[in-house]
DNA sequence: ACGCAGTCTGGCAGTCGCTGCCATCATGTC
DNA sequence: GACATGATGGCAGCGACTGCCAGACTGCGT
């Protein structure tokens, strides 16, 4: 706790954070390419932690489950959608709050071939949608106060339309990414989303 | 297949039958009993074979994974939601034709404590949600075709509006039966979905 | 340069959900 | 009573994941 390492520009301070940052990406680089050439069930954590050159237990230690090995850092994502959202300025209403969240969030993949790649692995394996589905549950709930603070809400707990608005924004958002990789990445998201929205609040 | 055994009254033709329904009575009670003393997580697939006296491999015979453990038939559930709406008249809308469905799905538990007790595990157990929003992803799929004759959608794979409005009576159905659970199931939930969609279409 | 302390690593065993295989036993039929 | 048709239970095994322990390594003070 003493010195800590430069997480932005310039070399980490440590041996150590150096080699793990070289692991880190090895790992990630090995599984990336194997759940893509043969799927991300038929590939096991054993293989890509031999073909990566660690122990498996190395491998666990690093990320906490085969999930994470998809990369992208989907919690920062959480991040970047509370944050842009609470930005916002206070007269902004609620759906275009959310908008700005979800323009925000789709703006963080590197390039469009990398967040196609990443959709199609999501929307087509089963075991990682239900991981990516507990997620969004707790960004639902990390927005909830947000959400709420826009719209005027009622006493008690038992207001349920702050949630539904919420959730209804994931709805679109899933429906609008599943469109897109139906049609091999044509057009952009966020118009798909808006696409959505319409139909649904139309 | 020579001799069918009677499903509706009358007692099953074979012991064989007889022998089965009576263990699978026996399991679920078990199971239902274990997961709300001590939790789904805590409880043990072997601990409930130990309990309902039979095997391990005989208990995943009957039901094909922990999840089926808690009965009610989930996959029922799909069957009445596409049943319910491809029934609605042709001039009945979208969202009410929806609202059908979901009204008939939620008749369908045998009682108020029953449905709160399962809506409450389902909704505080990590990984009993990842398995309930697996199924709901395929219901969503089913409905698909219906909601789209229902409107007039584009030609071609890259409308999304279906399955935008499918997603969003899922999410307020969703909204509504959490704050439904997170008040100890006052009020009906069929209300609370109402205005959940009112919210969002203001 | 050396030793010490704090980390990191790999391996082993074990848990839990789940499946395939096979011997055994009960059931229904001829 | 013999025989085919299942149902059952036990065993081994897989894959994700964890705890534990010994050994290797790095960083730091001397």
Chains 1, 2 share one sequence.
């Not at 489950?65 to 994502?77: H, I, N, P, S, T």
């Not at 709930?141 to 603070?149: F, G, N, Q």
Request: proline share 2%.
């Amino acid at each position: 706790m003493k010195q800590e390492a430069r997480t932005a520009a310039g070399a980490p301070a440590t041996l150590w954070e150096r080699t793990r940052q070289l692991a880190t990406r090895e790992i990630l680089e090995t599984a990336l390419r194997l759940f893509t050439e043969q799927g991300y069930d038929e590939t096991t954590v054993a293989q890509i932690a031999r073909e990566a050159g660690v122990s498996q237990r190395t491998l666990f230690r690093y990320f906490g489950a085969k999930e994470d090995l998809l990369g992208g850092g989907q919690d920062r994502f959480g991040q970047v959608l509370t944050d842009t959202i609470s930005e916002q300025p206070a007269d902004v209403g609620v759906w275009e709050a959310l908008r700005a969240g979800v323009a925000a969030v789709l703006a963080l993949h590197d390039s469009r071939e990398q967040a196609l790649e990443r959709f199609r692995l999501l929307h087509n394996t089963a075991s990682l949608r239900a991981g990516y589905l507990e997620k969004r549950l707790r960004f639902q709930e990390d927005l909830l106060p947000l959400v709420e603070a826009r719209m005027d809400t009622r006493a008690g707990s038992a207001d349920p339309r702050a949630r539904a608005v919420v959730a209804t924004a994931f709805a679109c958002l899933d429906a609008a990414s599943m469109t897109w990789v139906a049609s091999d990445g044509r057009g952009d998201i966020i118009d798909l989303y808006d696409e959505c929205l319409a139909a649904v609040r139309g």
